[in-house]
C-alpha cells in the first residue's frame, strides 16, 4: 500500500539548508550556526549581503544584531567568504556588461551604408 502526503506534510519535512544569491547565481549560502547556540538563517544572510556596501558594514550587522562575543573567528570568516563571493561575482558581472557595452558602442550598423 502507497501512503500519499499532502502539500503541507511533503512541505514541512523540507528545510531550508541553502540558497542561492539570485536567479543566475552561482553563490550557495547556508544557515549558519555559532557556538553561542544561535543560528542564522541563510536568508537573513542574504539580506544583509544585498543590503551592505562594504564588508566592514556587512560584519557590524551581524555583531550588532548577536553580539560581539557571539562568534568565533571561524563563524565570521564563513560569514565574509559569503560576502565576498557575492561580491566578486557582481564585479565579473559588470565587468562582461561593460565588456558588451564598449563592443556594441564600437559597431555602427549603419557604417555600411
Do not use: R, W
Not at 79 to 84: E, I, M, Q
Amino acid at each position: 500500500m502507497n501512503t500519499i502526503k499532502t502539500f503541507e506534510e511533503f512541505t514541512g519535512s523540507l528545510q531550508e539548508d541553502a540558497i542561492e544569491a539570485g536567479n543566475d547565481s552561482k553563490v550557495l549560502i547556508d544557515d549558519t550556526s555559532l557556538d553561542s547556540g544561535d543560528k542564522i538563517k541563510s536568508t537573513e544572510i542574504l539580506g544583509a549581503i544585498l543590503s551592505s556596501k562594504t564588508e566592514k558594514e556587512f560584519t557590524q550587522y551581524f555583531y550588532d544584531q548577536y553580539g560581539n562575543g557571539s562568534f568565533t573567528a571561524e563563524d565570521m570568516s564563513t560569514l565574509v567568504k559569503y560576502f565576498n563571493e557575492y561580491t566578486e561575482e557582481q564585479a565579473e558581472k559588470e565587468k562582461e556588461a561593460e565588456k558588451e557595452a564598449e563592443g556594441d558602442a564600437g559597431l555602427d550598423p549603419l557604417a555600411d551604408i
